[in-house]
Nanobody, 127 residues
Framework: QLQLVESGGGLVQPGGSLRLSCVIS????????LGWFRQAPGKEREGVAF????????KYKDSVKGRFTIARDNAKNTVSLQMNNLAPEDTAVYYC????????????????????WGQGTQVTVSS
């Protein structure tokens, strides 16, 4: 069974940076597309960043483009999300997720397309 465990969340001031990591166990990461989602209080879960199986294709939510970077390391079975220039509106619980795509370059961007989820890590951006 595929298991995902996030880490790296915390409290940071506006303009600061955090790096989230997600360790995947149970299967090799080679065949899975990966994504980061977030859910703020009272809001629906939304997709933030996504990466294809081969790592060559990435997509981002418009509001995080240029600030967030998703990366995968198949050798270490990890996916990371580097978040820079954080703003209060980035406050949320962040989840990593995995899906089985149709090919090596496909990127899925909705939560309904992801089969496996971590438990989440809290990110709070506040002064």
């Amino acid at each position: 069974q595929l298991q995902l465990v996030e880490s790296g969340g915390g409290l940071v001031q506006p303009g600061g940076s955090l790096r989230l990591s997600c360790v995947i166990s149970g299967y090799s990461l080679d065949g899975f597309g990966l994504g980061w989602f977030r859910q703020a209080p009272g809001k629906e879960r939304e997709g933030v960043a996504f990466i294809s199986v081969n790592g060559g294709v990435t997509k981002y939510k418009d509001s995080v483009k240029g600030r967030f970077t998703i990366a995968r390391d198949n050798a270490k079975n990890t996916v990371s999300l580097q978040m820079n220039n954080l703003a209060p509106e980035d406050t949320a619980v962040y989840y990593c997720a995995a899906n089985i795509p149709g090919n090596a370059v496909m990127v899925k961007t909705t939560q309904y397309e992801y089969e496996y989820w971590g438990q989440g890590t809290q990110v709070t951006v506040s002064s």
